[in-house]
């Protein structure tokens, strides 16, 4: 299978060229293939959620190269990136970043909107997702009237509306309650065992990370450790 995801001495500095000059992460080098479900593990301020940025072209690096599907990010244009992060890959966040006042199946629509997509497209669609999250029953609820559990599989669904390549999971089971993380985990599993989803999971927890096909564990923004589950 082919690398999806290749990034190749990845430096990212903040306040550059200021005294308060920061480097967060100091020569990241990794690759995933498509297909794959990788767990990256580190503690509060390893350099994860910074990694993360720049691999779903949030940010851009400092220096390094990072392809993204083929595609030089780092010589990619705004708008081809802005598309790259709608269609290419789905975000799933610990704080869910649903739209308060808008209920489940539209914002399960949104990334559709962004990309153009009918509005008899985006609703099948939109439904398709909520039936595939077990969530058909709550199309129609504001956020503030779902569990933390049923936002986060409103949000998985988000992640989902353009069928990406690419899941980025920045700690999706973090505000849950155990038994609401294990039906979030097990969502993933599915997702990748029978979508073909290339899933990168962010977490602290080695628990969840040993679920992986690979984990990749990061400290002070290196990569100090790779291998299969553990």
Request: proline residues 4%.
């Amino acid at each position: 299978m082919a690398d999806i995801i290749r990034l190749e001495n990845i430096v990212k500095k903040f306040y550059i060229g200021k005294p308060n000059e920061l480097e967060i992460l100091h020569g990241i080098s990794l690759c995933v293939t498509e297909g794959e479900f990788v767990s990256i593990v580190g503690p509060s301020g390893s350099g994860k959620s910074t990694l993360m940025n720049l691999i779903g072209a949030l940010d851009r690096p400092t220096s390094g190269t990072y392809y993204l599907d083929g595609i030089d990010v780092e010589k990619a244009p705004e708008n081809q990136l802005s598309e790259i992060r709608n269609t290419k890959i789905g975000f799933v966040f610990q704080t869910y970043n649903l739209i308060p006042k808008t209920n489940a199946i539209k914002n399960v629509e949104l990334p559709m909107l962004y990309a153009g997509a009918s509005r008899a497209y985006r609703r099948q669609r939109a439904q398709e997702l909520m039936e595939l999250v077990e969530m058909a029953d709550r199309q129609k609820h504001l956020p503030e009237e779902l569990s933390g559990g049923q936002k986060q599989r409103v949000a998985i669904a988000r992640a989902m509306a353009n069928d990406p390549a690419i899941i980025l999971a920045d700690e999706p089971t973090g505000a849950l309650d155990t038994k609401t993380g294990r039906l979030v985990m097990d969502l993933f599993h599915k997702l990748n065992r029978e979508n073909h989803k290339t899933i990168v999971l962010i977490t602290h927890s080695p628990e969840l990370a040993s679920e992986t096909d690979r984990t990749i564990h990061i400290r002070d923004g290196r990569i100090v450790e790779e291998g299969g589950a553990i």
